[in-house]
Structures are given as C-alpha cells and as structure tokens.
C-alpha cells in the first residue's frame, strides 16, 4: 500500500527538540523529493522545509531556518525532521509529503504533494 | 516570495448547485517555455490531510470526480465544482509550485452546504 506514516510529535516546552519520522512504502522512496508542511490549530497550509532525492539537498521556510533540519535514510525509506529550539508559533500537525514528480538530474524540479501522511501533532507549551 | 490570495473565505452552495473558488497570484505563475501554470489545488476534509485534487493548474488527478475542473493561467484561477455533492464539504487550497522549492499556500476556502 502507498502510504506514509508519521511520529515523534508531543508535547514539548519551549525551548525543547523532538525529532519526527515519517516511514513510507508503496513507492520508490529514493526517485522522490519529499517535504514537511505543517498546519497550525485552525489555521492553513504552510510549507517548512523539503529535500531532494537526487542529491540531497535541503531548502527551509524562512520561519524554521537554522532551527529545524531535515534527512532521509534512503535504505530505510524514512524521512526526518529535527525540530530545535522550539516556539509556541511552532505548535501544529507537521504532515510528510511526496512530490508528485520523480527528481531529475539537474532538474529544479516542480513541487506539488500527491501523497501525504495523517500528520503528527507538534505542541509546544510551558 | 509570491502570495496567493483566496477568495471568498468561506462560501456555501445548495446541493447539485455549482461552486466556484478563485485563486490570485501575485506575480505570472506560468513559466513560458513549456506553457504550463505551476498550479495545485487540494482537498481537505476534517480530520484528515489534504488530498491533490488539480495540478498543473487543470489536470485532475487520478481518482478524482470529473465535476472538480480548474481553468485560468497567469496570476488568476478557478476551481469549479459542476454539481455540489455532500461529500464535497472541506477547505479547498491553491498552491503555487512556480517558485520550487519556496512554495507558498493559499490561505483556504472553506466550502458549506447552504
């Protein structure tokens, strides 16, 4: 089954880490791009940070730059999201998601979701 | 970054009735060497999380009901619901992908039966 699976959300004081999984199956994990998008209690749609499959690299939302780091294990067909620092703004169901394009060498690539996880819930709070 | 503008916020459609949702850019989302509108609209139902719905700014995706459509190019754009069916209730977003990897969501339409 083609899925995605998210964990490793919580409660968290501010100021705290937590680190977020999301394992996925179904697909050839390696030929996608995946991201983090997030949403806040009630609110909408905002894109944290994606990585390429092809070589890696990483781009982030300003508002988690320098904060939040993501990774992939290709051999364990997971995606990572380090969450530093934490503030109550961060509080939000953090979703996985899978470009709908297969990376190309060299290629920019073209970024909208045709796969996402049931999400994870970020809260942050004293 | 470019901003996508939603309109209305909210809106409700008696059944069978047609629905209609805008989407503005702020700046040209069609990239000029291929004629394609970097483009994405989603379905979310409570509880859940989004589904693809439109991309390239008209192509349904896989699965999807024949009665979503979207149309436009440029900087403004349409999906259309045909016939309002119950189970269409949710937040409709636009999401632009022009400026890959920086892509930026519409801020949702929530859609209501009247």
């Known amino acids: 089954e083609v899925q995605l699976v998210e964990s490793g959300g919580g409660m968290v004081q501010p100021g705290g880490s937590l680190r977020l999984s999301c394992a996925a199956s179904?697909?050839?994990?390696?030929?996608?791009?995946m991201n983090w998008v997030r949403q806040a209690p009630g609110k909408g749609l905002e894109w944290v940070s994606g990585?390429?499959?092809?070589?890696?690299?990483?781009h982030y939302a300003d508002s988690v730059k320098g904060r939040f780091t993501i990774s992939r294990d290709n051999s364990k067909n997971t995606l990572y999201l380090q969450v530093n620092s934490l503030r109550a703004e961060d509080t939000a169901v953090y979703y996985c998601?899978?470009?709908?394009?297969?990376?190309?060498?060299?290629?920019?690539?073209?970024?909208?979701?045709?796969?996402w996880g049931r999400g994870t819930l970020v809260t942050v709070s004293s | 970054d470019i901003v996508m503008t939603q309109s209305p916020d909210s809106l409700a459609v008696s059944l069978g009735e047609r629905a209609t949702i805008n989407c503005k850019s702020s700046?040209?989302?069609?990239?000029?060497?291929?004629?394609?509108?970097?483009l994405a609209w989603y379905q979310q139902k409570p509880g859940q999380p989004p589904k693809l719905l439109i991309y390239?700014?008209?192509t349904r995706e896989s699965g999807v009901p024949d009665r979503f459509s979207g149309s436009g190019s440029g900087t403004d754009f349409t999906l259309t619901i045909s016939s309002l069916q119950a189970e269409d209730v949710a937040v409709y977003y636009c999401?632009?992908?022009?400026?890959?990897?920086?892509?930026?969501f519409g801020q949702g339409t929530r859609l209501e039966i009247k």
């Open positions: 998601a899978k470009v709908g394009v297969g990376d190309r060498p060299g290629r920019v690539g073209v970024w909208y979701f045709d796969l």
């Open positions: 179904g697909f050839t994990f390696t030929s996608y791009a």
């Open positions: 990585i390429r499959a092809n070589d890696g690299s990483t």
């Open positions: 700046q040209t989302i069609l990239y000029n060497s291929n004629n394609k509108n970097y």
């Open positions: 390239w700014a008209s």
């Open positions: 999401q632009q992908y022009y400026t890959t990897p920086s892509i930026t």
